[in-house]
């Protein structure tokens, strides 16, 4: 973010489960209003705690400015206003959704003209090592695929269908490695890899046949909101308001 000009004066953060980026981004963006939109299945009890500690914490490293708690904290039903925010933070979170397309257009609408949206995600490979072992292993593991297999190019194109203007996509993968199985499951339930904890406490041999490392894929990605005014689109038809067609007149 450094190299990122914007000044925004509200900044949403979309999800933030435990107000770890929030330190970051209001030492980056000073006079920003932060919102922040929690986690849907939150208890009421959890969503009291997330809102303390961020109040806590900012007392103690915002000079007392309050940060608000964005409600309700599900984006898809949201009633927050559109063109509210200047830009908006995700980080890891689209992979938890079945259709990112849903998200990236309630992002577009909630951001305003000139807007960023910044965002990260896991892509598909992601625990590409356990998808390998064999059929029986993968069943008794309670196997699953993240909600979205969408890569780069997928969200890529998803934000141009969206009207987001200059889409940057980048990915890199990181590889875990680990001192046993059993800590490998951890994170990989952790991750949304496995349908439940594990504990390989009588799994015998079996665990043998575990892989120790696990692979991820991350995906960056950045686009800007520009010219939200000029046109709307309906069933796949694009229309213009007329007090944007300006005729231009040719020299002779």
Do not use: C
């Not at 927050?80 to 959704?97: E, K």
């Not at 029986?136 to 909600?147: F, I, S, T, V, Y």
């Amino acid at each position: 973010m450094a190299i990122v000009k914007l000044k925004p004066h509200t900044l949403l953060i979309a999800p933030d489960y435990s107000g770890a980026h929030a330190g970051l981004l209001m030492k980056r963006f000073p006079k920003a209003q932060i919102f922040f939109s929690a986690q849907a299945n939150l208890s009421i009890i959890e969503l009291g705690k997330l809102r303390l500690a961020r109040h806590l914490w900012s007392w103690l490293k915002g000079g007392g400015r309050e940060v608000e708690l964005m409600v309700p904290p599900n984006l898809a039903t949201s009633s927050s206003a559109a063109n509210a925010y200047g830009l908006v933070w995700s980080n890891l979170w689209l992979q938890q959704l079945s259709d990112p397309k849903i998200i990236l257009a309630e992002f577009w609408r909630l951001l305003t003209e000139g807007g960023l949206l910044n965002f990260s995600y896991l892509g598909p490979d992601t625990g590409k090592e356990l998808r390998a072992l064999e059929p029986n292993m993968k069943a008794r593991l309670g196997l699953k695929a993240l909600p979205s297999a969408w890569d780069m190019h997928d969200i890529g194109d998803a934000l141009i269908e969206q009207r987001f203007a200059d889409p940057v996509m980048d990915m890199e993968y990181l590889d875990l490695q680990y001192e046993s199985a059993q800590l490998m499951l951890h994170d990989a339930f952790a991750l949304g890899l496995l349908a439940a904890p594990i504990d390989l406490q009588n799994w015998q041999e079996d665990k043998l046949l575990l892989p120790k490392k696990l692979t991820l894929e991350l995906i960056y990605g950045h686009a800007w909101v520009v010219n939200k005014h000029l046109s709307k689109t309906q069933n796949q038809y694009a229309f213009i308001s007329p007090d944007q067609i300006q005729a231009k007149r040719l020299k002779d």
